[in-house]
């Protein structure tokens, strides 16, 4: 099983609120950038083999592929980690690049 972790933190700030006071310590400044952002969604990138889909259910309970467009959806989260195949990662990449 061939699988390469990819975490895609697509995080959305919130410009309003970035910089406008410190915070007093770092508990309170953890609490602030959870609520400034999106929850993290977690993607693996995974070949289309019933031995892959087998395992990745084992350990995640369902093999979910998903698109670059879906993955790059705003207002999407998601709890248990999804697949994407490598053509899907490399324009997820191709995506991430051309928005910057």
């Known amino acids: 099983m061939r699988l390469i972790l990819i975490t895609a933190a697509l995080c959305v700030a919130s410009a309003a609120g970035a910089g406008e006071r410190p915070a007093p310590n770092a508990t309170s ?30 350990e995640y309970g369902s093999a979910e592929y998903v698109t670059a467009a879906e993955a790059t959806a705003k207002g999407q989260s998601w709890a248990a980690p999804k697949c994407i195949t490598p053509a899907e990662a490399r324009r997820l990449q191709a995506r991430t690049l051309a928005a910057k």
């Open 29 to 58: 400044a953890g609490k602030d950038a959870v609520a400034q952002t999106a929850s993290p969604r977690t993607l693996y990138v995974c070949d289309t083999s019933n031995l892959t889909r087998r395992a990745f259910a084992r």
